[in-house]
């Protein structure tokens, strides 16, 4: 029996697909939002973000920010400023003696946040020691202190594992190596490739977690081995750190300089 070419590609096209695992789906229940503040970067190509909106930790943060992390953060055009396509961009850079600078943008003391959603649409670098990630902060750090003010990473990623993010919380008792952590995976692709909405959503009894509307993680009170501290406002972070002890060093491959680009952050309160 004779089996044309044509046979021959449909059973092919057949067995890739076969052999792909689907991403999941889900069916959640409606919940109506209000937009109470945003982003959406509009602005000239080199220009710094709103002053109104955002501002800057600058520096080496005391030997590597807590973590180990290589880089300075500066805010310099080079390192976090606008790319005239209403994108905010946080660029890391090793200088040609192997000095590492990157950008660390919040929101302290301008907008916090209590409860509702927070969310960022963000196409993410790729690369060993590579550490992008958007998160926040409780309102209260600098009187609490860390962990106790509590911290909720919305994402975080480890650039030698693009197909991998992650959502998080720190608190007394589960903070460090102890957090409560998971990890969402990309079946068929990886988030260098192109733009994905990270966000949590959030009450008094729950966090949950979203990468493109599908929700991943939900994390209650009964499930931390210590205090709830994410009744109170929380401020917004975006940055790009090389190095330290979540993501591990870089090597010979990792490319620079590379870049984290923001379409646009924003935050609802639920109606």
């Avoid at 994108?87 to 003391?109: D, E, F, H």
């Avoid at 733009?195 to 929700?215: P, R």
Wanted: one cysteine or more.
């Amino acid at each position: 029996m004779k089996i044309s070419n044509k046979t021959i590609l449909m059973a092919t096209i057949v067995a890739i697909i076969a052999g792909c695992e689907i991403e999941p789906k889900q069916s959640l229940p409606n919940r109506n939002f209000e937009l109470v503040w945003s982003d959406e970067f509009i602005g000239d190509s080199g220009t710094a973000a709103d002053a109104a909106k955002w501002t800057y930790d600058l520096g080496t943060g005391n030997g590597g920010w807590g973590n180990g992390e290589l880089q300075s953060y500066t805010k310099n055009p080079q390192n976090v400023s606008l790319d005239g396509k209403g994108n905010l961009v946080i660029t890391a850079i090793k200088s040609n003696s192997g000095s590492y600078t990157s950008a660390r943008v919040k929101t302290q003391g301008i907008f916090s946040h209590q409860f509702g959603k927070v969310e960022a649409r963000i196409k993410t670098p790729t690369g060993s020691g590579i550490w992008p990630a958007f998160w926040m902060l409780g309102e209260n750090l600098a009187t609490a202190d860390w962990p106790q003010c509590g911290e909720i990473d919305i994402m975080e990623q480890k650039g030698k594992f693009s197909n991998f993010t992650y959502g998080s919380i720190h608190g007394p008792g589960y903070s460090g190596s102890q957090s409560i952590t998971t990890a969402y995976e990309l079946k068929n692709d990886r988030f260098d490739n192109d733009f994905h909405i990270y966000a949590v959503e959030w009450n008094a009894s729950k966090i949950d977690f979203f990468v493109d509307g599908y929700l991943y993680k939900r994390i209650t009170p009964a499930d931390v081995p210590g205090q709830w501290v994410y009744n109170q406002p929380f401020f917004i972070i975006m940055n790009v750190a090389v190095g330290g002890g979540f993501v591990g060093p870089t090597n010979e491959f990792t490319p620079f300089p590379c870049a984290m680009t923001i379409d646009y952050v924003r935050a609802y309160k639920e109606k």
